[in-house]
């Protein structure tokens, strides 16, 4: 399993990035995927959650109404759309599936 993340980045309060991640090495399309971060000092934390199909979503609370986790099966790939940033949404953002994960991408959300 190969997990690529890209799309992070410095961004002000009330802000928007989409975040993106490319998956491998095993069939996408069968599988729930999550995006998970890591805020510093504190442990990783799941953020949302999409169903194989792309049919059910979840979320954490600190997130509902303002992310929103999306996939494309047919370009192997999970988005994260994050709007009205918050600087407690800094973080090391990461995809993960079947106890993998990518390298993760840095959002800093800062004035």
């Known amino acids: 399993v190969q997990l690529v993340e890209s799309g992070g980045g410095l961004v002000r309060p009330g802000g928007s990035l989409r975040l993106s991640c490319v998956a491998s090495g095993y069939t996408f399309s069968t599988y729930a995927m999550t995006w998970y971060r890591r805020a510093p000092e504190k442990e990783r934390e799941p953020v949302a959650t999409i169903s194989s199909s792309g049919s059910a979503t979840n979320y954490a609370d600190s997130v509902k109404g303002r992310f929103t986790i999306s996939r494309d099966n047919a370009r192997n790939t999970v988005y994260l759309q994050m709007n009205s940033l918050k600087p407690e949404d800094t973080a090391v953002y990461y995809c993960?599936?079947?106890?993998?994960w990518g390298q993760g991408t840095q959002v800093t959300v800062s004035s």
């Open positions: 993960g599936v079947l106890g993998a």
